[in-house]
């Protein structure tokens, strides 16, 4: 009895083998579906955010990257972690890059009133010396674009950093957007020196993006002035800078009341072209903003907020 049940499981056994090799040798003429399920999630916190990056032409340059925190002192975190080689290179856009070395951590962070510190590891010294000086203007124009900071004090492993260790340049223990960014110097006398900073447009394939130019002159002009003179130049090949500002146009007015600077222009001031308007209306306003201590401009109908805003 027990061998035929033995005989009977032996027999089972081959038979399920011998099926199981059958369904493996006899291809299938129905298709497999390689189906791969993707949730795709949305974080609404995700805001583009002014930030200033390295373009082609070796500008530090104006230009937008998502950033998630909303907390100062974590936005500033991300920030700068993005401003990092290898920190954050998929929030690089394309055409930018990164200018803080690899490796550069951040030893501590801390935000009070309208001043934020942070303290560096020695590494962010290892920068080229063509990009010792552009490091920091970005660093402060990227942190100063932060609502409700308005100055930077950097530190390297706990001191103070008072002198780039390569180009001898001094820096002031506290940085702001006084220090200036990608600087010109176009001056025939000691006397009446006035830094003006004006903002140009560049393209990368459709995208127009800003670059701002501190500009240092014998000109003892309103600001006002001398950046509606400039961006009526309209072009400079050499430096690959362009405005859209028709040479014809002139300022009627401006004044400031109550922290709100107001622009009046005569002449065909706008293109026809809508996108090319809204570059013009950006290049006024950011340098109004940079060069008087406002937080909104009116450009006749148009109204520009100083932070807080996109580059649309």
Same mark, same amino acid.
């Given at each position: 009895?027990?061998?035929?049940?033995?005989?009977?499981?032996?027999?089972?056994?081959?038979?399920?083998?011998?099926?199981?090799?059958?369904?493996?040798?006899?291809?299938?003429?129905?298709?497999?579906?390689?189906?791969?399920?993707?949730?795709?999630?949305?974080?609404?916190?995700?805001?583009?955010?002014?930030?200033?990056?390295?373009?082609?032409?070796?500008?530090?340059?104006?230009?937008?990257?998502?950033?998630? +925190?909303?907390? /100062? %002192?974590?936005?500033?975190?991300? &920030?700068?972690? @993005?401003?990092? $080689?290898?920190?954050?290179?998929?929030? !690089?856009?394309?055409?930018?890059?990164?200018?803080?070395?690899?490796?550069?951590?951040?030893?501590?962070?801390?935000?009070?009133?309208?001043?934020?510190?942070?303290?560096?590891?020695?590494?962010?010294?290892?920068?080229?010396?063509?990009?010792? +000086?552009?490091? /920091? %203007?970005?660093?402060?124009?990227? &942190?100063?674009? @932060?609502?409700? $900071?308005?100055?930077?004090?950097?530190? !390297?492993?706990?001191?103070?950093?008072?002198?780039?260790?390569?180009?001898?340049?001094?820096?002031?223990?506290?940085?702001?957007?006084?220090?200036?960014?990608?600087?010109?110097?176009?001056?025939?006398?000691?006397?009446?020196?006035?830094?003006?900073?004006?903002?140009?447009?560049?393209?990368?394939?459709?995208?127009?993006?800003?670059?701002? $130019?501190?500009?240092?002159?014998?000109?003892?002009?309103?600001?006002?002035?001398?950046?509606?003179?400039?961006?009526?130049?309209?072009?400079?090949?050499?430096?690959?800078?362009?405005?859209?500002?028709?040479?014809?146009?002139?300022?009627?007015?401006?004044?400031?009341?109550?922290?709100?600077?107001?622009?009046?222009?005569?002449?065909?001031?706008?293109?026809?072209?809508?996108?090319?308007?809204?570059?013009?209306?950006?290049?006024?306003?950011?340098?109004?903003?940079?060069?008087?201590?406002?937080?909104?401009?009116?450009?006749?109908?148009?109204?520009?907020?100083?932070?807080?805003?996109?580059?649309?």
């Amino acid at each position: 009895m027990l061998k035929k049940i033995y005989i009977r499981k032996i027999y089972l056994s081959v038979a399920a083998l011998f099926a199981l090799l059958l369904i493996y040798l006899i291809p299938s003429n129905t298709p497999k579906l390689n189906i791969k399920e993707e949730l795709e999630y949305v974080d609404s916190s995700v805001t583009s955010t002014p930030i200033f990056l390295m373009d082609k032409n070796s500008y530090v340059a104006l230009t937008e990257a998502p950033v998630s +925190e909303s907390n /100062i %002192e974590k936005r500033a975190r991300e &920030l700068i972690k @993005i401003l990092t $080689v290898g920190g954050m290179d998929s929030k !690089v856009p394309s055409g930018f890059s990164a200018i803080i070395p690899p490796d550069t951590e951040v030893l501590s962070l801390s935000y009070d009133h309208d001043v934020l510190k942070i303290d560096f590891s020695k590494d962010i010294l290892e920068v080229d010396k063509a990009l010792e +000086e552009k490091m /920091i %203007e970005a660093i402060v124009y990227t &942190l100063t674009s @932060i609502d409700k $900071v308005d100055k930077i004090i950097i530190y !390297v492993e706990g001191d103070i950093l008072t002198k780039l260790p390569k180009t001898k340049i001094n820096l002031p223990s506290t940085l702001d957007r006084s220090f200036g960014i990608n600087k010109e110097f176009d001056l025939t006398s000691t006397k009446d020196i006035t830094d003006v900073t004006i903002y140009y447009i560049n393209q990368i394939n459709e995208n127009y993006y800003y670059v701002p $130019v501190t500009k240092y002159l014998n000109d003892n002009r309103d600001k006002i002035n001398i950046i509606i003179d400039e961006l009526s130049i309209n072009f400079n090949p050499n430096k690959k800078l362009i405005s859209f500002m028709n040479s014809e146009v002139k300022l009627v007015s401006s004044n400031i009341d109550d922290r709100i600077m107001k622009l009046e222009f005569t002449g065909e001031t706008y293109n026809v072209n809508k996108e090319i308007n809204n570059a013009l209306n950006q290049t006024i306003s950011l340098s109004v903003c940079d060069n008087y201590d406002i937080d909104e401009v009116f450009l006749n109908t148009s109204q520009k907020f100083c932070k807080n805003t996109t580059l649309k």
